[in-house]
T-cell receptor, first 112, second 113 residues
Framework: QKEVEQNSGPLSVPEGAIASLNCTYS??????FFWYRQYSGKSPELIMS????GDKEDGRFTAQLNKASQYVSLLIRDSQPSDSATYLCAVSYSNSGYALNFGKGTSLLVTP | GAVVSQHPSWVICKSGTSVKIECRSL??????MFWYRQFPKQSLMLMATSNEGSKATYEQGVEKDKFLINHASLTLSTLTVTSAHPEDSSFYIC?????????FGPGTRLTVL
C-alpha cells in the first residue's frame, strides 16, 4: 500500500520564524510531489509542486525533495498568521492516472 | 487560469434521495477529473478517477452503483450520490488535471438528514 506520512502537529511557530513541514512516502515509483494548503472548511490550494531532487523556491516557500530518502519537505520563511492552516503533502503516480495520494496533513499555527 | 468550479457548494437532503454534484473546468480542458471525499479531521480520500468518454475507475471500497460518475465532456464531470444516507455526509471535492497538476474545486458539503 502506498503511504504518505506526515506529523499531524499542531506545529506552532512565532510570526517571522521559519516553519518546517516534513513528509515521507513509501513507494519508490512515485512521480510527482505536491504541497497543498487547506483552510478549515475549504478545499486545498496548490502551493508548490516538485518533480526532481533538490530544492525549489517560490517566494517564501521552498520545497525540498530527496528521492533516495523518500522524503519531501516544505519550508515557509517569514511565517505569517495567515499561513495558519493544514498543509497536505500529496504524491502522484503515473500508473494510477496521476491521482493524488494525500498525507493526513500537518496543522500549522503561526502565533503573533 | 486553471479554475475549477463545483455546484452546489452545499446541499442538505433527506435520507433516500439522490444528489448530483457538478464539477467544471472553466478555462481549460481536462481529460481526467478526480473525485475525493473528506470526512471531518481526516485527509482527502480518492473515490474515483473520471476520464472523458469512458467509464470511471473507482477506488477499492467505493460503490460504483451508489456513486455514479459521468464525464460527458472535457470540461464537465458529475457525481451523483444515489439513495443518500447520513453516513454519506461529507465534503466532496473534485479536481481536474492540467496537464500534470491537479486543480481543486471549492468542494460541496453534503449533509444527509
Amino acid at each position: 500500500q502506498k503511504e504518505v506520512e506526515q506529523n499531524s502537529g499542531p506545529l506552532s511557530v512565532p510570526e517571522g520564524a521559519i516553519a518546517s513541514l516534513n513528509c515521507t512516502y513509501s513507494d519508490r515509483v512515485s512521480q510527482s510531489f505536491f504541497w497543498y494548503r487547506q483552510y478549515s472548511g475549504k478545499s486545498p490550494e496548490l502551493i508548490m509542486s516538485i518533480y526532481s531532487n533538490g530544492d525549489k523556491e517560490d517566494g517564501r516557500f521552498t520545497a525540498q525533495l530527496n528521492k533516495a530518502s523518500q522524503y519531501v519537505s516544505l519550508l515557509i520563511r517569514d511565517s505569517q498568521p495567515s499561513d495558519s492552516a493544514t498543509y497536505l503533502c500529496a504524491v502522484s503516480y503515473s500508473n494510477s492516472g496521476y491521482a493524488l495520494n494525500f498525507g493526513k496533513g500537518t496543522s500549522l499555527l503561526v502565533t503573533p | 487560469g486553471a479554475v475549477v468550479s463545483q455546484h452546489p457548494s452545499w446541499v442538505i437532503c433527506k435520507s433516500g434521495t439522490s444528489v448530483k454534484i457538478e464539477c467544471r473546468s472553466l478555462d481549460f480542458q481536462a481529460t481526467t477529473m478526480f473525485w475525493y471525499r473528506q470526512f471531518p479531521k481526516q485527509s482527502l480520500m480518492l473515490m474515483a478517477t473520471s476520464n472523458e468518454g469512458s467509464k470511471a475507475t473507482y477506488e477499492q471500497g467505493v460503490e460504483k452503483d451508489k456513486f455514479l460518475i459521468n464525464h460527458a465532456s472535457l470540461t464537465l464531470s458529475t457525481l451523483t450520490v444515489t439513495s443518500a444516507h447520513p453516513e454519506d455526509s461529507s465534503f466532496y471535492i473534485c479536481s481536474a488535471r492540467s496537464p500534470d497538476t491537479q486543480y481543486f474545486g471549492p468542494g460541496t458539503r453534503l449533509t444527509v438528514l
